[in-house]
């Protein structure tokens, strides 16, 4: 009787080793490269430090010093004004997701072509749309052309490098949030249309009491991680206006953490930027959760 | 879909006309194509016919500017500027796909992403698996908590911790070379276990029960039973990460500063700087539209996998 108890404790102890060894490997990989750099940042954040000499205890400075930095309070507008393209990129693609949830034929051509922007490279795609975005010879300044439109410049101008570079971002994400559309859209029970057709409900009342509710978890899912992507633009903006844009204007808040920790080599305020950056992030991503809960649209 | 005959509603046959019964926005057929029904059928065709025409223009939208890169590409430097603009060049330069090799290191890129991303994915998509089946398969301590601890890893975005890695990196000399791109990669990617997890969900526990009893080791259930069982799970996860490791461009960015060590995505953005002075688009359009092509061919090849990736992987959450 104990034999067979100790014999089943060793069996568990040597699978209980045998897991550790198998997980150790991301284990340490976490605290190595995400849970150590973390707690360094923050610690960094309370400091002045140019990355080369130690860092210098300065308390809250780096934070007190974001709130008076104007182009820090403008590069943070400029991501959040950049979001604007979230919305219209979801009423877009859910319209594509409802035409190509048809049945007929060619819907596995256009699903490629739309998906196509979404595996392209992004550094590409920026090069591609700077020249597309050319005030002189840019293909969006033709196709203005054609229609006796006079089209701006549109990357050096305060007005629209903003708008420039949301256009780009729909059409690079609109593959993506369309197909995960389909995929809820397709996994709609059909007799709930057809019992709501039977009631009378008309086109518009099925879409917008049917449709629109079953495919909320994915528009939750899709808002959510947008707003963590988009916090983080940096290739375009790097890529398309170098300088941060005209006046600052397309200057975005992880743009300008590189800029003041590997340019100016203000690793200490960089490092405190990239805090508030990760708290933002955090915050978004906990409330995710929490309402994932609630939708009954758990991990598990 | 399956759905079709979930409820079997009574035939459609009443002789009131049913508002909306078009039911375009749903892609919903009428499941069953009556007598008297043939104004639906038209309408219903005449609705595909419209569907597939404002589809076509937005494809035409989705594709210009790949379309116009390529054009670009085979065009002479004067030819960029011509009004009206060619869509098809005169005459083809087909040498612009010559010159870019010596134009620039280009192929250097293309060797370093190379190197950078099959490491990184080989050996962590092993690690990985590895760990998702102790996590999902078998018994230890503090398991959940050490998972829930890996994905709350998730929530931090990169920029965060990018000034300490590289500090770290540059403290052991790594700075300029391929490594701080390689090795945190190869400690596995949580996003793969996350999945992996799931997928392991559906084999069941009796045959790793099984082969125990048998005397296999667990790396033997490993490779032999768990390997095989993920692998479709395995393939979609992989393609994905090998596009975000070619495609990656932030750390690159702060890593690399020699020509000589940078990745593919850094030579086509340093291409666009010089080059853009000279005007020599042509030159640019190529080499960024060389940039694109490994990855659209592996998108072409593996289509399904992908989409289906996606698709579960937004559905999920």
Redesign the interface.
Known sequence: MSSTITRRSRLHRKEHQAALVFVAIPVIGFLLFTLFPLLFSVYASFTNWNGISAPVFKGLDNYTKMFGDRYFLKSLWNTVFMMIGIPVGLVISLALALAMNRKMRGTTIFRTVYYLPVISSIAAVAILWQWAFNGDFGLINQGLGLLGIDGPNWLQDTATVKPALIIMAVWKGLGYSMLLYLAALQSVPRYLYEAAALDGASAWQQFRHITIPMVRPVTFFLIVTSIIGGSQIFVEINIMTPTGGPEFESASIVWYIWQKAFDNLQMGYASAMSVVLGLLVFIITFIQFRLNRRNQFSID | ?S??N??T?PPLETTEP????????????P?RAKDGQHSTKNGLRL??IL??L??SV??I??????A??FS?SLKTKDG??EL??QWIPDPFVWENYARIWTAGPLLTGIQNSLIVACSVTIIGSL??A??A???AK????F?NV?FL??LS????????????????F?SIGWVDTLLPLIV?G???N?IM??FLRQFLNSVPDSIVEAARIDGA???QI?WTLIMPAIRPALAAQFILWF?AM??D??AP??YLNSPGTQTL??V??NF??QYAIQTD?PL??AA??I??LP??IV??VF?RQ??ES???S????
Do not use: C, E
């Not at chain 2, 508002?19 to 057929?29: A, E, S, V, W, Y």
């Not at chain 2, 939208?61 to 790949?66: G, S, Y």
């Not at chain 2, 890893?153 to 770290?168: A, E, R």
């Open positions: 879909m759905a079709q979930v409820i509603t049913i508002p909306g019964h078009r039911r375009d926005r749903t892609g919903n057929q499941h609705g595909n569907t597939t404002i589809l937005g494809a939208i989705m594709i210009a500017p790949l116009w890169t670009t960029v500027f009206p603009p690690t990985s590895l760990a089946f102790a996590f078998m018994r230890m301590p398991k050490l601890g890996l890893g998730l929530m931090i975005p990169f920029p965060t911790l990018m000034i300490p890695q590289f500090t770290i540059a945190p190869l400690f596995g949580i276990i996350f080791s667990y790396l490993f596009m070619w495609n461009y932030l960015i702060i995505q850094l086509i953005a666009n700087a688009y640019i359009m960024s539209f940039a694109l990855v659209l998108f072409i289509q992908i989409i996606i698709a579960l937004g559905s999920k959450g």
